[in-house]
């Protein structure tokens, strides 16, 4: 899986008709800047007529997924969506003509290729992953469909089906690594039963719809005036059966196609949890309802455990990674200004410190004394502290070969405050690679579960003349 974000060089189009309208439209993938997401945008309507890929916005999902903000609405976004999980594109404007998002043959391919024409780039900024650390269920115990996650380090998603049909039978589909969507995943159809298809041509819908782009797969006896009547409806000379139960011999991209392509709109429909996954999917009876409730379940997931990822209770004779002497080995800064006392995890991306608050410090002796607060500056200090290890660490030579100078402080809040007696724990992840000794670093202070402060810093090291 990717480390960094990544998005399209340049911009181009794909063109087709809507499954359910049949409305001719060109959809247009432009760049877009880090941190920017998956947006639609109805330019049919409007410069500002933009959607956000959002599980939140989701307002139908009876033959697709549609979104809808502020009155804008776009529909079958789930090939489009999962074409561009599949080739791990974070930030990109989709701007669409219509309402609806083109079927072209019914799969993902097509948005995988011309996504590929458009060239992929990586970005400075990190992803953000939602890594699942714990088991996750979803039950609809009317539609018997059931859903989980499980921890796994990358993503992985296994999905089975089951239509009590004889032509159909039970399914399943794996994909082990989304590196493998576009040969193994993305070239699956839609497919819907025959008594489906009348149901939705009788109700107006599938205007868009042809036998080239949807396998319908035929479960019950069909008279020969049946299939004549449905050679005039698809504008076909002829509509015939295959032995396998497939309308008008369509051949088969795969044995499970129906599965994969089950597996396919799960792909889609769970990027509208807004960050990618490392976690192993397990389905049995997807749809679109599930997949959309289940991308609900994770996001209120992700939030939790953006709130509390940064509380870790170490227990006082857990050894550090780096103890006080070690840290004045790394920082120039001397008693009274060291502010960080343990260093208990560090990685190439972060770092958690810890420093114990005491009354004896020695800004509490003017800082409101008859009710000791500690200054919320020094918090970040204390953040830019911990964070200029991580950074010393990852420069070529010894950390004591630099001088590190802060250049911005941005996003900063101070949500609750620090009196004696708390232990802060100070998170520092990196948000952009290190280059030319510029350190783009995001910062979480916590007193046991409660966030007392956070900030974006900027810092620059720069070596030490001889």
Not at 9 to 27: D, F
Not at 130 to 142: G, H, M, S, V
Not at 242 to 269: Q, S, T, W, Y
Request: aromatic residues 6%; glycine residues 6%.
């Amino acid at each position: 899986m990717q480390d960094r974000q990544q998005t399209i060089v340049q911009s181009c189009s794909i063109s087709g008709s809507g499954l359910h309208t049949g409305v001719s439209t060109t959809l247009t993938f432009h760049p877009a800047p880090e941190n920017h997401g998956i947006v639609f945008w109805r330019s049919d309507l409007g410069p500002d007529a933009k959607i956000p890929a959002d599980a939140d916005l989701v307002v139908d999902v009876s033959r697709g997924t549609t979104l809808e903000q502020h009155g804008v609405r776009v529909q079958t976004v789930e090939h489009v969506l999962a074409a561009l999980v599949g080739l791990q594109i974070d930030n990109i404007l989709l701007e669409i003509n219509a309402v609806e998002m083109p079927i072209m043959d019914g799969s993902s391919l097509p948005f995988v290729e011309v996504l590929e024409q458009c060239e992929i780039v990586a970005q400075s900024q990190y992803r953000e992953y939602l890594e699942i650390k714990e088991d996750i269920r979803f039950y609809d115990k009317i539609k018997d469909v059931e859903m989980m996650v499980i921890p796994h380090d990358t993503y992985r998603i296994t999905a089975m089906i089951d239509y009590k049909s004889p032509v159909l039978g039970s399914q399943h589909a794996v994909l082990n690594h989304i590196e493998n969507f576009k040969a193994e995943v993305a070239a699956s159809r839609t497919f819907c039963f025959l008594h489906e298809l009348e149901a939705l041509l009788e109700n107006g819908l599938i205007k868009g719809g042809d036998l080239n782009n949807a396998i319908v797969v035929v479960d019950r006896a069909i008279e020969e005036d049946e299939l004549a009547r449905l050679a005039t409806l698809f504008q076909k000379e002829t509509v015939s059966v295959a032995k396998e139960g497939i309308l008008n011999n369509v051949e088969l991209r795969f044995i499970n196609e129906p599965a994969r392509h089950k597996l396919l709109d799960m792909v889609g429909d769970l990027a509208l949890v807004g960050m990618p996954i490392k976690g192993h999917i397990l389905a049995s009876k997807p749809g679109h309802a599930a997949n959309v409730e289940f991308a609900k379940l994770l996001k209120k997931y992700a939030k939790k455990q953006k709130s509390s990822t940064t509380y870790i209770q170490y227990p006082p004779n857990q050894k550090p990674k780096f103890d006080i002497l070690e840290i004045l080995e790394t920082l120039p800064h001397r008693y009274p200004f060291v502010m960080v006392d343990k260093i208990m995890e560090m990685s190439d991306k972060h770092v958690v410190g810890i420093k114990n608050v005491t009354f004896n410090e020695n800004y509490f002796m003017g800082h409101f004394p008859s009710n000791p607060v500690m200054p919320g500056v020094l918090q970040i200090e204390a953040m830019a502290q911990v964070g200029g290890i991580l950074c010393l660490h990852a420069m070529e030579g010894k950390p004591s070969d630099y001088w590190t100078y802060f250049l911005k402080i941005e996003n900063c809040k101070f949500k609750d405050k620090v009196v004696p007696g708390d232990t802060l724990t100070l998170r520092l992840e990196l948000t952009a690679p290190i280059r030319r000794g510029i350190c783009q670093m995001k910062g979480v202070a916590m007193v046991g579960e409660r966030i007392v402060s956070e900030a974006e810093l900027m810092a620059q090291l720069v070596k030490k003349q001889p």
